[in-house]
């Protein structure tokens, strides 16, 4: 079936440093991924997101990138502040079967001033 | 836009009770999802409205589990002779339709908190 992987778990960085987060899908017919921060007691705000028409986004301190031919796309956050500390989910779906998401275990990231 | 609401934001309840969520999508979106949040893990898809056709159920959707949206706005997502493991956050995503632009994107709401003593 559907399935999103996502490492680390966990991820720790000094303020200023930069940190990246993997996720792979097994769904080949997947064309959307978007990543969403979730701060305790919240829901999940979307940060960033792509499609499968394109291999990487960019948005301030945030990029997205994606290799369809592996199956994994990658968040990286560059200059990190300690308002950047909470859990961040990946998620892949196919649009065209209802856009149900399929969410990544989440990572916990810390950034440490 | 206000954004999605949930309402009860918590909801303590006895082992056996029926309890009953509301979700109140961004005005306009025609798409509605319901997901399951455990502690430690991602969400997880339980079912979608389109308009007030519901299209799709996971098989975590027990039969205990029933969701409406009569008009195509709110929703409701009710649980019958609730379980421990019932114990969940319980979120309502909307996405607006195709004329809105960007129909894949999902926007969540604060989560409706469970437990189940």
């Known amino acids: 079936g559907e399935n999103v992987e996502q490492h680390p778990s966990t991820l720790s960085v000094q303020e200023g440093d930069s940190a990246v987060i993997k996720c792979t899908y097994s769904d080949s017919a997947s064309n959307y991924f978007p990543w969403y921060k979730q701060e305790l007691g919240k829901g999940p705000q979307l940060i960033i997101d792509i499609r499968s028409n394109v291999g990487e986004k960019k948005d301030q301190r945030i990029a997205v990138t994606l290799n369809k031919t592996a199956k994994h796309f990658s968040l990286h956050i560059t200059e990190t502040q300690p308002e950047d500390s909470a859990v961040y989910f990946c998620a892949a779906t196919f649009y065209n079967q209802g856009g149900k998401l399929i969410f990544g275990q989440g990572t916990e990231l810390s950034v440490k001033p | 836009d206000t954004g999605v609401s949930q309402d009860p934001r918590h909801k303590i309840t006895k082992r056996g009770q029926n309890v009953t969520f509301r979700c109140d999508p961004i005005s306009e979106h025609n798409r509605l999802y319901w997901y399951r949040q455990t502690l430690g893990q991602g969400p997880e898809f339980l079912t979608y409205f389109q308009n007030e056709a519901q299209l799709e159920k996971s098989r975590l959707l027990s039969d205990r589990f029933s969701a409406e949206r009569p008009k195509g706005s709110f929703s409701t997502l009710e649980i019958q002779r609730t379980e421990q493991g019932d114990s969940a956050m319980y979120l309502c995503?909307?996405?607006?339709?195709?004329?809105?632009?960007?129909?894949?994107?999902?926007?969540f709401g604060p989560g409706t908190r469970l437990t189940v003593l």
């Open positions: 995503a909307s996405s607006p339709p195709a004329s809105g632009g960007r129909t894949d994107t999902q926007y």
